[in-house]
């Protein structure tokens, strides 16, 4: 009978698959990330955008293609009532920036336009890789420019705040995949050399011969391996104009002293990239096997692999098509990065200290004693706060001694005592921790004193 009931009874709800909280700490990682990278942008010259989590799908399938793992399989649509547009939770960041440029008609604004947004995307992932199927991006555009400089100015953006963030081990391919002209004969000659080693690869790519050829580039699989490495490389057909502008990218990179590797797979899994192609990573030594499963030990007699391990922080390319594929008359070149901040925040090197600003470390800690104290006590903090006076303060406690003992714990440098006799002449006792040196202040004068303190 009672196993019964037990069947009956639901577990609990959880976190939905690839879905997680992000509490406490954890929390503060993610918002000191993201006001770093706030931060660099702004420096940089790029303005904030926020565009809608959902977006219609068809957004997705035309402007990123259908030949897409992130649209054939990995994308969230969701179902509203018959008859309304389908829409479609938004797995990355461009195309929906894109839009957003055109409906608000920001080609009549100074050009380039350099937005950057944050937030989740959403990707069907299968669970077994680890990955997350909700993750946040730092996101960065250059829209309305095909320059060069452009293209560079992504890069070192998004280089230079990895680096803030505490990344200093960073590795970056590129490649450029050509544009209109030049990538057709590229594609021919990838679909023959791999139509020659058809049965050497795997189902997928038996697949993307015939539907997206540069994709084969992209194939995870270890059978394709050896065949991926011998494919003919995008580099070796560009047109002159693409010659020239991947040279001009490199020739930036290099008076900027960023060290860079052309990678002639790196073609990124979207449709709508054109010319420069790029990925940021992490450089990791490989950690000494944690537990090696007999397999593994059977496969490699003596590993001598000191080969780094590459954790891709961030990625992105040119689009200079796009636009088009949305519907928009003019062409509208532009470039972008997405940072994937889940990575970086859990990828060795972030720097932990990266607090956000809410965080300021409180040099008061406001002590109350009794209650008419603890009445005052909001009305303290508020003088404070306006005067950005950061404070710390433990209102559910009442002892003198364990209020001090929390503001000594905090190693917060003065204190606020606020008892009886303070409320009724309207002052307060302000304690250096320190030196246990004390005065006694005027409420009106407090902020004034306080400012002044070291
Ligand atoms: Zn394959
Ligand atoms: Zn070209």
Same mark, same amino acid.
């Given at each position: 009978m009672s196993q019964k009931k037990e069947n009956i009874k639901l577990d609990p709800p959880r976190a939905p698959k690839g879905m997680r909280d992000i509490v406490a700490k954890e929390y503060y990682y993610y918002q000191g990330f993201f006001e770093k990278a706030a931060e660099v942008a702004t420096y940089y010259g790029f303005k904030p955008i926020e565009t809608p989590l959902m977006e219609e799908t068809r957004l997705y399938t035309s402007g990123i293609g259908t030949d897409t793992d992130i649209v054939q399989k990995e994308m969230y649509e969701i179902k509203t009532g018959s008859g309304s547009i389908p829409l479609a939770l938004r797995p990355e960041f461009t195309a929906g920036i894109v839009r957003a440029y055109i409906e608000n008609g920001m080609q009549t604004m100074p050009q380039p336009v350099m937005l950057y947004s944050y937030g989740q995307c959403y990707r069907h992932e299968k669970p077994q890789k680890g990955r997350l199927r909700e993750l946040r991006q730092f996101d960065l555009e250059i829209l309305g420019s095909e320059k060069s400089i452009a293209d560079a100015t992504v890069i070192k953006v998004a280089m230079t705040t990895l680096e803030e963030a505490g990344h200093n081990n960073l590795q970056l391919s590129i490649n450029s995949i050509g544009d209109k002209a030049c990538r057709n004969g590229y594609r021919k000659e990838l679909t023959n050399y791999y139509k020659k080693h058809l049965a050497a690869v795997c189902k997928d790519c038996k697949i993307r011969v015939k539907n997206n050829p540069l994709r084969?580039?992209?194939?995870?699989?270890?059978?394709?391996?050896?065949?991926?490495?011998?494919?003919?490389?995008?580099?070796?057909?560009?047109?002159?104009?693409?010659?020239?502008?991947?040279?001009?990218?490199?020739?930036?990179? @290099?008076?900027? !002293?960023? %060290?860079?590797? =052309?990678?002639?797979? $790196?073609?990124? /899994?979207?449709? *709508?990239?054109?010319?420069?192609?790029?990925?940021?990573?992490?450089?990791?030594?490989?950690?000494?096997?944690?537990?090696?499963?007999?397999?593994?030990?059977?496969?490699? @007699?003596?590993? !001598?692999? %000191?080969?780094? =391990?590459?954790?891709? $922080?961030?990625? /992105?390319?040119? *689009?200079?098509?796009?636009?088009?594929?949305?519907?928009?008359?003019?062409?509208?070149?532009?470039?972008?990065?997405?940072?994937?901040?889940?990575?970086?925040?859990?990828? @060795?090197?972030?720097?932990? %200290?990266?607090?956000?600003?809410?965080?300021?470390?409180?040099?008061?800690?406001?002590?109350?004693?009794?209650?008419?104290?603890?009445?005052?006590?909001?009305?303290?903090?508020?003088?404070?706060?306006?005067?950005?006076?950061?404070?710390?303060?433990?209102?559910?406690?009442?002892?003198?001694?364990?209020?001090?003992?929390?503001?000594?714990?905090?190693?917060?440098?003065?204190?606020?005592?606020?008892?009886?006799?303070?409320?009724?002449?309207?002052?307060?006792?302000?304690?250096?921790?320190?030196?246990?040196?004390?005065?006694?202040?005027?409420v009106e004068k407090l902020t004034e004193y306080v400012k002044k303190i070291k």
């Open positions: 084969l580039l992209d194939c995870k699989d270890e059978k394709c391996k050896p065949i991926k490495e011998g494919a003919p490389q995008s580099v070796g057909f560009l047109c002159d104009p693409c010659k020239q502008h991947f040279k001009e990218v490199l020739e930036y990179l @290099e008076a900027l !002293k960023i %060290e860079y590797t =052309i990678d002639g797979n $790196l073609v990124r /899994g979207l449709d *709508y990239y054109t010319r420069t192609v790029f990925e940021i990573n992490a450089k990791a030594m490989p950690t000494e096997k944690k537990t090696d499963t007999e397999t593994e030990k059977n496969n490699e @007699e003596s590993p !001598k692999t %000191e080969e780094p =391990i590459l954790l891709a $922080l961030a990625g /992105g390319g040119r *689009y200079d098509y796009l636009a088009k594929t949305l519907g928009f008359k003019k062409d509208l070149p532009g470039i972008g990065v997405g940072i994937g901040v889940d990575r970086v925040i859990s990828t @060795e090197g972030f720097n932990q %200290e990266l607090a956000p600003r809410i965080l300021k470390k409180p040099k008061i800690f406001f002590i109350q004693l009794g209650f008419s104290a603890k009445l005052q006590s909001l009305a303290i903090i508020e003088i404070l706060r306006k005067a950005r006076i950061p404070v710390m303060q433990s209102l559910s406690k009442d002892s003198l001694s364990s209020q001090l003992g929390t503001a000594e714990k905090m190693k917060i440098p003065f204190t606020i005592i606020m008892g009886q006799k303070e409320v009724i002449d309207g002052t307060v006792i302000v304690r250096n921790m320190d030196t246990r040196s004390q005065e006694e202040i005027k």
